[in-house]
């Protein structure tokens, strides 16, 4: 009975009613696309980490990166990185030489880590070929080349075709520098990155830092990401002196980012909840209102005040049941079409977006494992939200609610 009475009502009043929906479908459309949102940046940012960064793997000497000392080479380097190779889990693995120096012009002068790469495996590795913007790729016949990022090139007023020196202290700390030409200018999706980052070919940096053979670093690509905690403790088992670390460990605020932005995600989900239960509450005190010599007559033929209650609350879920499947199938639609186009953040600036490390295209990917917690989130505000006019409802008189 009660039940009939709270699907008539509903209907008693279609705009209110379909103004409540709305506000649901609403308030569920935009927790959905918040999430979706972020899942797209979390996830282009990890990608972007492992695909043109570090890697999902890196190996160097154990004492290496205390200070990073150029002595601490790889033993046995070749025969390490081949092993690597032969295991079924991984799709690359790179060799780099890699020391810290200083870049200095007529300009002006900055420190910069001077990666030595092996051009051909580095282009697979980190997709270094396509983030030229400007120049040309290594040419084996010339020595000294060097790419540099677009950002430290405007930094220091530096084009295709100039020179700059490069200073580092060799293995036996003697201060070595070399003339380079820059070669070409990459942009990436991080700026910050560009700014310290230099690239000269491996075999140019070892004649002046170690011998041919040498390297300090492997940087290993898998072919799926959920295999790098089980090839970590592999290869940490196969070669006990390297230190063997993960993209987490190597870029660990990218980690962080991951790991609180659900938090963030849910904190302007209930921002936006607060909203709805205004409106909902508010709509709701109407219908209440306006029926106070109905709800009063109820209770003076005898109808429990606590029926009176549920009604009203029964009439709330079901308009939040009537709003949620909307709100969902909108946000499955437009999530969706962004998912296959991209939003473009260009308008927001592209530097700040690479400053943060983020490319200015996102696609959002639709929430599905956590749309069950979107849905108990918006059904209860929507409940809490009834609360007031319920028990509103609860506290007429039926003698004062008559004379209205």
């Given at each position: 009975?009660?039940?009939?009475?709270?699907?008539?009502?509903?209907?008693?009043?279609?705009?209110?009613?379909?103004?409540?929906?709305?506000?649901?479908?609403?308030?569920?459309?935009?927790?959905?696309?918040?999430?979706?949102?972020?899942?797209?940046?979390?996830?282009?940012?990890?990608?972007?980490?492992?695909?043109?960064?570090?890697?999902?793997?890196?190996?160097?000497?154990?004492?290496?990166?205390?200070?990073?000392?150029?002595?601490?080479?790889?033993?046995?380097?070749?025969?390490?990185?081949?092993?690597?190779?032969?295991?079924?889990?991984?799709?690359?693995?790179?060799?780099?030489?890699?020391?810290?120096?200083?870049?200095?012009?007529?300009?002006?002068?900055?420190?910069?880590?001077?990666?030595?790469?092996?051009?051909?495996?580095?282009?697979?590795?980190?997709?270094?070929?396509?983030?030229?913007?400007?120049?040309?790729?290594?040419?084996?016949?010339?020595?000294?080349?060097?790419?540099?990022g677009?950002?430290?090139?405007?930094?220091?007023?530096?084009?295709?075709g100039?020179?700059?020196?490069?200073?580092?202290?060799?293995?036996?700390?003697a201060?070595?520098?070399?003339?380079?030409?820059?070669?070409?200018i990459?942009?990436?999706?991080?700026?910050?990155?560009?700014?310290r980052?230099?690239?000269?070919?491996?075999?140019?940096?070892?004649?002046?830092l170690?011998?041919?053979?040498?390297?300090?670093?492997?940087?290993?690509?898998?072919?799926?990401?959920?295999?790098?905690?089980?090839?970590?403790?592999?290869?940490?088992?196969?070669?006990?002196?390297?230190?063997?670390?993960?993209?987490?460990?190597?870029?660990?605020?990218?980690?962080?980012?991951?790991?609180?932005?659900?938090?963030?995600?849910?904190?302007?989900?209930?921002?936006?909840?607060?909203?709805?239960?205004?409106?909902?509450?508010?709509?709701?005190?109407?219908?209440?209102?306006?029926?106070?010599?109905?709800?009063?007559?109820?209770?003076?033929l005898?109808?429990?005040?606590m029926?009176?209650?549920?009604?009203?609350?029964?009439?709330?879920?079901?308009?939040?049941?009537?709003?949620?499947?909307?709100?969902?199938?909108?946000?499955?639609?437009?999530?969706?079409?962004?998912?296959?186009?991209?939003?473009?953040?260009?308008?927001?600036?592209?530097?700040?977006?690479?400053?943060?490390?983020?490319?200015?295209?996102?696609?959002?990917?639709?929430?599905?494992?956590?749309?069950?917690?979107?849905?108990?989130?918006?059904m209860?505000?929507?409940?809490?939200?009834?609360?007031?006019?319920?028990?509103?409802?609860?506290?007429?008189?039926?003698?004062?609610?008559?004379?209205?």
């Open positions: 009975m009660i039940f009939v009475m709270a699907w008539r009502n509903i209907w008693r009043n279609k705009m209110r009613s379909l103004v409540i929906m709305f506000s649901i479908a609403t308030g569920l459309f935009a927790g959905i696309a918040v999430l979706a949102l972020y899942k797209g940046m979390m996830k282009s940012r990890v990608r972007t980490v492992i695909y043109s960064e570090v890697a999902h793997l890196q190996l160097h000497d154990s004492d290496f990166k205390k200070d990073y000392d150029p002595s601490y080479t790889i033993r046995n380097g070749n025969a390490v990185v081949n092993s690597i190779r032969q295991l079924p889990e991984v799709k690359l693995a790179a060799i780099r030489t890699v020391t810290n120096g200083m870049l200095a012009t007529a300009t002006g002068s900055a420190g910069v880590i001077i990666n030595g790469i092996v051009p051909e495996q580095e282009y697979e590795l980190s997709q270094l070929r396509k983030k030229i913007v400007d120049g040309k790729l290594f040419d084996e016949k010339k020595k000294n080349q060097v790419m540099i677009k950002k430290l090139a405007k930094k220091m007023k530096l084009k295709t100039s020179k700059l020196v490069l200073t580092f202290t060799d293995t036996s700390g201060i070595v520098s070399s003339a380079f030409r820059v070669a070409a990459y942009q990436s999706e991080n700026a910050p990155l560009d700014e980052n230099v690239y000269v070919q491996m075999s140019d940096l070892n004649e002046l170690l011998n041919e053979q040498s390297f300090h670093e492997i940087a290993v690509l898998l072919t799926k990401d959920e295999d790098v905690k089980h090839v970590q403790l592999l290869l940490q088992q196969l070669f006990p002196s390297l230190q063997v670390e993960s993209w987490k460990e190597i870029s660990p605020e990218t980690d962080l980012m991951v790991d609180t932005v659900d938090l963030y995600s849910y904190i302007i989900m209930v921002i936006i909840m607060i909203a709805l239960a205004f409106g909902i509450i508010n709509t709701m005190l109407m219908a209440i209102l306006e029926r106070t010599r109905e709800i009063g007559m109820m209770i003076a005898g109808t429990n005040r029926k009176v209650f549920l009604l009203v609350m029964l009439e709330t879920l079901m308009l939040t049941f009537a709003g949620t499947p909307i709100g969902v199938f909108i946000g499955w639609i437009v999530m969706s079409y962004y998912n296959k186009n991209g939003l473009d953040f260009s308008g927001m600036g592209e530097e700040m977006m690479s400053s943060f490390g983020f490319s200015t295209i996102i696609y959002p990917e639709f929430p599905a494992e956590k749309l069950a917690g979107v849905m108990l989130i918006v209860g505000t929507a409940l809490i939200s009834c609360l007031f006019p319920a028990i509103k409802a609860l506290k007429l008189q039926p003698v004062e609610a008559l004379r209205r």
